[in-house]
């Protein structure tokens, strides 16, 4: 009943529209994300897609620097040690860590997981995303200390 | 206690303005009034000219949907003392065009929802002489939350992405054609992909989340959208690594 009741008052309403002068159109501003914390929150978990893209790029020169041999390689590993490369680093560090945990808190919302009758919690599901984090850092952790 | 409570309204006088104007209104200040209560008063006390849709005042049918500073809600489940000591600005809801003062143009919300095909849909109905269509409790609470859409709006004023991108089906279309993908009388899965698949379907959604924190009915439309997004992409693998599996 509420649908047809819908239905009918949005042709009226074109009807009228049509008859009775036009629409007014509001447009969304660029900046509209700047008036409410959630959207900045939104926005800069966004942004900090870059930072993830640029660690990616940098273990891609990484690679073609062991490939170029010992001696660029080399060059490479004492570019990352220059006072700009740890800052870049130390900087997108945050941004990655801010862009993992704001995932791994919406995990819950694309993962619904059945149990028999039960679904399993929100919270499980996000507490299982930060235990296999752990688990991998642990791992690299443990084979670059004892490689 | 105050006695009185300014608001602020969007006027569009589409029949002989064509820009907008906020006028302001002074109404009584009752602890019991919902904003709907106050656009009454106003149209019957002070000025019969103002336009806005409302119908059963319960949060039922979905109709008094509007931007309260800058937030949309029901107006009949707003109450007033929310927002003292004022001003209360009140508007149509945003990324919908305005017919007349808070009254929206809603036929490309409609056109969207249709796409989705929100019905059960069969490769074969069955002879009524086989009886109905069985559906346990467990098979009900799979898409119960996302039936209990009443086509309000809000999410769709709350969604910046339907904002800058109009193509887009939208929150409440997505959720619907979930509670329909996700009734286990319903075939009708892949019809449904073949629309929310496209460019102006799921993947305009970067979650932003808002559609979820102003649904009425707690439907979470972003939730919808984000699982229907992980079925697609199992799918995409299922079909590349099992090219040979039943599709």
């Not at chain 2, 608001?7 to 303005?17: C, G, K, M, V, W």
């Not at chain 2, 707003?78 to 143009?105: S, Y």
């Not at chain 2, 969604?159 to 959720?175: D, T």
């Not at chain 2, 319903?186 to 959604?205: A, F, N, P, T």
Request: proline share 5%; aromatic share 12%; hydrophobic share 45%.
């Amino acid at each position: 009943m509420v649908e047809v009741v819908i239905t009918s008052v949005g042709q009226e309403m074109s009807e009228y529209s049509r008859r009775n002068g036009g629409l007014y159109q509001r447009r969304t501003p660029i900046f509209w994300w700047t008036k409410k914390w959630s959207n900045v929150k939104f926005i800069t978990r966004e942004l900090t897609s870059v930072f993830v893209a640029g660690y990616a790029l940098v273990l891609l020169f990484q690679i073609r620097a062991l490939f170029q041999g010992p001696e660029t390689y080399a060059n490479f590993l004492e570019w990352l040690k220059t006072p700009i490369s740890i800052t870049l680093h130390a900087v997108g560090f945050l941004f990655v860590l801010f862009h993992s945990i704001t995932w791994f808190n919406l995990a819950p919302k694309a993962m619904v997981i059945r149990l028999g009758k039960k679904t399993v919690p929100g919270s499980l599901i996000a507490a299982s995303n930060y235990a296999a984090w752990l688990v991998v850092s642990g791992l690299i952790t443990w084979i670059l200390a004892f490689s | 206690m105050a006695e009185s409570i300014t608001l602020e309204i969007f006027r569009y006088l589409s029949e002989s303005e064509t820009k907008p104007a906020f006028q302001t209104y002074e109404v009584p200040f009752r602890r019991d009034w919902v904003i709907l209560d106050a656009l009454n008063y106003i149209k019957d006390n002070l000025d019969g000219t103002l336009s806005f849709r409302w119908s059963c005042r319960m949060g039922v049918c979905g109709s008094c949907g509007m931007m309260v500073d800058g937030t949309p809600v029901l107006t009949c489940a707003t109450f007033m003392e929310k927002f003292l000591p004022g001003p209360i600005r009140v508007e149509p809801l945003v990324n919908f065009p305005a017919v007349r003062d808070l009254v929206i143009e809603m036929d490309d919300f409609m056109g969207k929802l249709s796409r989705v095909k929100p019905w059960i849909i069969r490769d074969e109905e069955k002879p009524l002489s086989q009886g109905e269509y069985i559906q346990t409790p467990a098979q009900l609470h799979d898409y119960k939350q996302y039936s209990m859409c009443i086509n309000c709006m809000l999410c769709y004023a709350a969604c910046p992405i339907v904002g800058l991108e109009p193509g887009f089906v939208g929150p409440a279309a997505i959720a619907l054609a979930q509670r329909y993908n996700l009734d286990n009388r319903d075939q009708g899965k892949k019809e449904r992909m073949e629309v929310l698949s496209q460019d102006d379907g799921i993947y305009e959604c970067t979650l932003v989340g808002e559609c979820s924190v102003v649904c009425p009915k707690s439907v979470d439309p972003a939730g919808a959208i984000q699982r229907y997004k992980a079925t697609t992409a199992m799918e995409w693998w299922k079909s590349l690594l099992l090219p040979w599996g039943k599709k």
